[in-house]
T-cell receptor, first 114, second 114 residues
């Protein structure tokens, strides 16, 4: 019930295309859904996040779509660029006991080819 | 703002020795700090959570006598890997939270045990 599922495991997109990564969760206690971007040898960096009271959030080329009833959310990267090549993790957070745990998905390795 | 540093970035130690990794929040006070380990091409695995002045809470399967965590102040947490063995070689990442949902991640420490 604590798991966050993520697909695809890897993704190759041409420059200028749209990258789409999908995630699903089970625990309805989650109420914050961040996406992290991680480059090799670096720590993850927060990219964009959404609360379940909205269905979509857009920041620049990055958009999260959220379907509360289906317990699914996705990341869309518009006009994908080679610099977007990285591993992307969806995550879910919910207030548990006295601290917030981030439950990470398994990750998607994105390669944007010129 | 919200910068987290880790030191060292890379460390190589001999089997049987101990190594300490520092995690600092540079421009904010962190009520909670988290320690993760990450194996190649895998997701982040939460090891433990620490609150300033309190004992760390370890995730199931993580040996607290082997991975000593000290959260001495609101800006510093340390992870000591005691009697390190080659299987402890990994990428260790800390994060810090102000108590809100966002966690800010450090750049990671690559530990190699020979």
């Amino acid at each position: 019930q604590q798991q966050v599922k993520q697909s695809p495991q890897s993704l190759i997109v041409q420059k200028g295309g749209i990258s789409i990564i999908n995630c699903a969760y089970e625990n309805t206690a989650f109420d914050y859904f961040p996406w992290y971007q991680q480059f090799p040898g670096k720590g993850p960096a927060l990219l964009i996040a959404i609360r379940p009271d909205v269905s979509e959030k857009k920041e620049g080329r990055f958009t999260i779509s959220f379907n509360k009833s289906a317990k699914q959310f996705s990341l869309h990267i518009m006009d994908s660029q080679p610099g977007d090549s990285a591993t992307y993790f969806c995550a879910a957070v919910g207030l548990q006991t006295s601290y917030d745990k981030v439950i990470f998905g398994p990750g998607t390795s994105l390669s944007v080819i010129p | 703002g919200a910068v987290v540093s880790q030191h060292p970035s890379r460390v190589i130690c001999k089997s049987g020795t101990s190594v300490k990794i520092e995690c600092r929040s540079l421009d904010f006070q962190a009520t909670t700090m988290f320690w993760y380990r990450q194996f190649p091409k895998q997701s982040l695995m939460l090891m433990a959570t620490s609150n300033e002045g309190s004992k760390a809470t370890y995730e199931q399967g993580v040996e607290k006598d082997k991975f000593l965590i000290n959260h001495a102040s609101l800006t510093l947490s340390t992870l000591t890997v005691t009697s390190a063995h080659p299987e402890d070689s990994s990428f260790y990442i800390c994060s810090a939270s102000t108590g809100a949902y966002e966690q800010y991640f450090g750049p990671g420490t690559r530990l190699t045990v020979t």
